[in-house]
């Protein structure tokens, strides 16, 4: 039976076999004597994405009460939910995304805490996953960027969407209905400055 610790591009945490690329956290948010989560579903406003290797450290996940193991399918993914990369484990990509944050954000270098505080009102309305409205549409999406349509959620890659489903991403066939931008705008340009986040495999094969 899979634990409730894989989290969609719409931040939901759900519990499905596939557990995705990189791990993550919001501090801790669930019980470890029945390794469930509790109700809230974040402690901290810095929600940040891992690696699932780190110096060959292992976790038996949700054990124990330190941090709540969370899983994505890939980056975007992460991004999209309202993370960031980890200053320890992801230094090189945090250190990459904190510099194309200030560039496309046109701002002084933020420090990990003025990141998660602006993150933190982007990613959320009234306690659910806030939607942004698309002025222009996708056209000038950057790659990584995701959108939802249709009531689900669709990554931009080499200038198309593609249908995010938690084992992997399926091209589409027929035109969708945007509803909105669903990565962060201040992450979104972070992307347009050039970071590149790592999409699942099945993203080039889908295109």
Not at 29 to 40: E, G, M, Q
Not at 152 to 181: N, S
């Amino acid at each position: 039976m899979p634990l409730q610790n894989r989290v969609t591009p719409f931040g939901e945490i759900v519990a499905v076999p596939q557990r995705g690329s990189l791990a993550g956290n919001r501090g801790i948010i669930h019980d470890p004597a029945t390794r469930s989560l509790l109700r809230k579903r974040w402690a901290t406003k810095a929600w940040i994405t891992c690696r699932c290797d780190y110096k060959g450290i292992r976790r038996a996940v949700m054990a124990t009460r330190s941090w709540t193991e969370l899983f994505f399918l890939d980056e975007a993914t992460a991004l999209a939910a309202g993370h960031r990369p980890c200053f320890l484990c992801r230094r090189d990509a945090a250190q990459a995304f904190r510099l194309a944050w200030a560039a496309g954000n046109r701002g002084p270098l933020p420090s990990a805490p003025q990141m998660d505080a602006v993150l933190h009102g982007q990613r959320l309305q009234g306690g659910r996953k806030r939607i942004h409205v698309l002025v222009d549409g996708i056209a000038g999406l950057p790659d990584g960027a995701m959108i939802a349509a249709n009531d689900q959620a669709f990554v931009m890659a080499a200038g198309r969407p593609l249908l995010w489903q938690h084992a992997g991403y399926q091209p589409v066939g027929v035109a969708i209905d945007v509803e909105g931008l669903i990565t962060p705008p201040a992450t979104v340009a972070a992307l347009r400055a050039g970071y590149r986040p790592t999409l699942h495999p099945s993203a080039a094969m889908a295109q």
